[in-house]
C-alpha cells in the first residue's frame, strides 16, 4: 500500500527559507506525477506545485513563482519544496500527494490518489 510521510515544517520568521521532503514507500516513484498543496486555516486546500511523470514538466501557483522550487529524486522515492522568502500568508500545513496519470491538473484533487499526513508551516515573527 502506497504511504508517503511529509517532513521539514516549522516555525520561521518572514523572508526565511525552509524546505519540505515527502518520502514515499509501496510505490515505483517513476510512474507517478508529484506535488504538493497546502491549506490554511478557513481555506480550502490548494495546489502550490507539481512535476509531472512524464517529461517532468513543473507547474507552480502563481503565488509562489519564483519563491518556491520543486524537485524529485525517484531513486530516492523522494520530492523536495524549497521555500525561499516566506510570508505569513504561507502560513499552512502542506500536503504532498502523488498521482498516476502523467499530467494531471493541481485544480483537480480528485486526479491526486495517494496524500500525506501533513506538515504545518508557520511564518511569523
Known amino acids: 500500500q502506497a504511504h508517503l510521510v511529509e517532513s521539514g515544517g516549522g516555525l520561521v520568521q518572514p523572508g526565511g527559507s525552509l524546505r519540505l521532503s515527502c518520502e514515499a514507500s509501496?510505490?515505483?516513484?517513476?510512474?507517478?506525477?508529484v506535488a504538493w498543496f497546502r491549506q490554511a486555516p478557513g481555506k480550502e486546500r490548494e495546489g502550490v506545485a507539481s512535476?509531472?511523470?512524464?517529461?517532468?514538466?513543473?507547474n507552480y501557483a502563481d503565488s509562489v513563482k519564483g519563491r518556491f522550487t520543486i524537485s524529485r529524486d525517484n531513486a530516492k522515492k523522494t520530492w523536495y519544496l524549497e521555500m525561499d522568502s516566506l510570508k505569513q500568508e504561507d502560513t499552512a500545513v502542506y500536503y504532498c500527494?502523488?498521482?498516476?496519470?502523467?499530467?494531471?491538473?493541481?485544480?483537480?484533487?480528485?486526479?491526486?490518489?495517494?496524500w500525506g499526513q501533513g506538515t504545518l508551516v508557520t511564518v511569523n515573527s
Open positions: 500527494a502523488a498521482s498516476t496519470f502523467p499530467n494531471p491538473s493541481m485544480s483537480e484533487k480528485i486526479l491526486w490518489v495517494v
Open positions: 509501496g510505490l515505483v516513484l517513476d510512474f507517478y506525477s
Open positions: 512535476i509531472t511523470s512524464v517529461g517532468g514538466n513543473i
